[in-house]
């Protein structure tokens, strides 16, 4: 019995892994793909040369943005500056949640793979992990570019080279993973509507929403779900490893019950 269940695992685990390759291989293979990079490396590239900083930041720190306004920058600024802009990427990435799994529900081909043999939790799974890789693969580039436009413009560390890189990879992961958060609300949408336009306004809405309502309504809870305020507290030094806590527990919430409920709706649809 031990075993049959320890062959059950392993196959479903295959599946969900060549599921992800296919994925990449086709994600690979697509002029949208190369086209975001481009989008944030040029974006990156000019927010470090130009030193100007946008974005949501609602609760953004007064002494922070009067020092990236009115200083020459050092890199660690322009870690502190691109993380205080990151919110735009979300907008950029949205092409990638298109692609990855919003075209597959326009054309109705996601039929075809379900019909192949996974599961539709593997299929679920499997497309949220695909967008958090991609994601992670373009913040990295997106920080990494910062880092070597500086040093192009002979710019100053501001700090020692084992504080630059653990900041700018914390600050990664959690830019990173805050996407794929808001993402899988917006893959939920998708399988509640089967409308990408949609859940592709839900991406545009959220972080919009979320600092509205946090400075005008002051619901202290929104504080765990505005997810570039937390970054941006991240890169300032303000919000520590130790204090990722509530909103690690938060963001697991968020994505348990995305995956939950997408697999329940998804299990609703006709093959």
């Avoid at 700018?168 to 089967?194: K, R």
């Amino acid at each position: 019995m031990e075993q049959f269940y320890t062959q059950s695992i392993n196959e479903e685990v295959i599946s969900m892994i060549n599921q992800l390759r296919a994925d990449a291989f086709r994600l690979t293979r697509l002029t949208g793909f190369y086209l975001t990079l481009l989008l944030v490396i040029g974006y990156s590239a000019l927010i470090t040369k130009t030193k100007s900083v946008g974005g949501i930041m609602a609760d953004a720190n007064e002494n922070v943005l009067h020092h990236l306004a009115h200083s020459n920058w050092s890199i660690i600024d322009g870690i502190r500056g691109l993380t205080m802009s990151a919110s735009v990427l979300m907008y950029v990435l949205m092409g990638l949640f298109v692609i990855i799994i919003g075209y597959e529900f326009s054309q109705q081909t996601y039929k075809n793979t379900l019909i192949s043999g996974i599961s539709r939790f593997q299929f679920i799974l499997a497309k949220y992990v695909m967008l958090l890789l991609t994601i992670l693969v373009n913040i990295t580039i997106y920080f990494l570019t910062v880092i070597v436009t500086s040093l192009v413009l002979n710019r100053k560390l501001g700090t020692s080279w084992g504080h630059l890189l653990q900041t700018a990879s914390i600050t990664t992961v959690t830019v990173a993973f805050f996407i794929s958060i808001v993402f899988s609300i917006a893959i939920l949408i998708l399988m509640l509507t089967s409308s990408v336009i949609i859940s592709s306004i839900f991406i545009v809405i959220f972080p919009l929403a979320i600092s509205m309502f946090h400075v005008d309504a002051n619901w202290n809870w929104l504080t765990y779900v505005d997810f570039f305020g937390a970054s941006n507290k991240v890169a300032m030094g303000t919000l520590s490893p130790s204090q990722f806590g509530p909103y690690i527990l938060t963001c697991g919430i968020i994505l348990v019950i995305c995956i939950g409920f997408s697999l329940l709706a998804i299990q609703e649809k006709e093959l």
